[in-house]
């Protein structure tokens, strides 16, 4: 099945920083959603972006599917962005077949 | 409001029980999933659901029995037979293949 790896496994920055989040997928797909998890555990739609750039206030993500990557954009960054960053992705080839997630980056915002 | 509804959020378990978690969703969406998380890791596709009475294995079915006897209910019984039932369990659900899959709240199962 398709591969999702997601870079870097951890992250601890200071509230104001700047940061990437890279996902890689090893086949092409129909579908490349972003989401946040938060410390209750719930699952936060941020982008579906399965190809181009798009912009949410202090967040944005480029997926370039020819080359089958990733990325997620935060911007002068607050502990309230501390969270589990998932990237998630659905195989091209017609069928629903769910996402495969990646492994996620934990990210930890310090004031 | 428009969503998926999981119950109950938290559930404990006797070892040798079945339990069934309820989803349902009032977003008139064809396809349904189920997924498991343990802690700190991604999530695993245990079932999903592409259309009503129909339904096929994701990575990690052993264990588990679903059915979609309507379009908006899709719910998971984790049995006796999965080994390692105690983790977080997400449901989803979307339009179809290439659509946005939302999630609803999850449900926290403790085997005891």
């Known amino acids: 099945g398709i591969q999702v790896e997601q870079s870097p496994p951890d992250l601890i920055l200071q509230e104001g920083a700047n940061s990437t989040l890279r996902c890689n997928f090893s086949?092409?797909?129909?579908?490349l959603q972003w989401f946040h998890q938060n410390p209750w555990g719930q699952l936060i739609n941020l982008f579906y972006i399965p190809s181009g750039t798009k912009q949410n206030g202090r967040l944005s993500a480029t997926t370039v599917a020819t080359e089958r990557y990733s990325l997620l954009y935060i911007s002068s960054s607050q502990t309230t962005d501390s969270g589990v960053y998932f990237c998630?992705?659905?195989?091209?080839?017609?069928?629903?077949?769910?996402?495969?997630f990646g492994k996620g980056t934990h990210l930890i915002i310090q004031p | 409001d428009g969503g998926i509804t999981q119950s109950p959020k938290y559930l404990f378990r006797k070892e040798g029980q079945n339990v069934t978690l309820s989803c349902e969703q009032n977003l008139n969406h064809d396809a349904m999933y189920w997924y498991r998380q343990d802690p700190g890791q991604g999530l695993r596709l245990i079932y999903y659901?592409?259309?009503?009475?129909?339904?096929q294995k994701g990575d990690i079915a052993e264990g588990y029995s679903v059915s979609r006897e309507k379009k908006e209910s899709f719910p998971l019984t984790v049995t006796s037979a999965q080994k390692n039932p105690t983790a977080f369990y997400l449901c989803a659900s979307s339009r179809g293949s290439g659509n946005t899959i939302y999630f609803g709240e999850g449900s926290w199962l403790t085997v005891v």
């Open positions: 998630a992705v659905e195989p091209g080839g017609g069928g629903a077949d769910g996402l495969t």
């Open positions: 659901s592409q259309i009503v009475n129909d339904f």
């Open positions: 086949d092409s797909v129909n579908n």
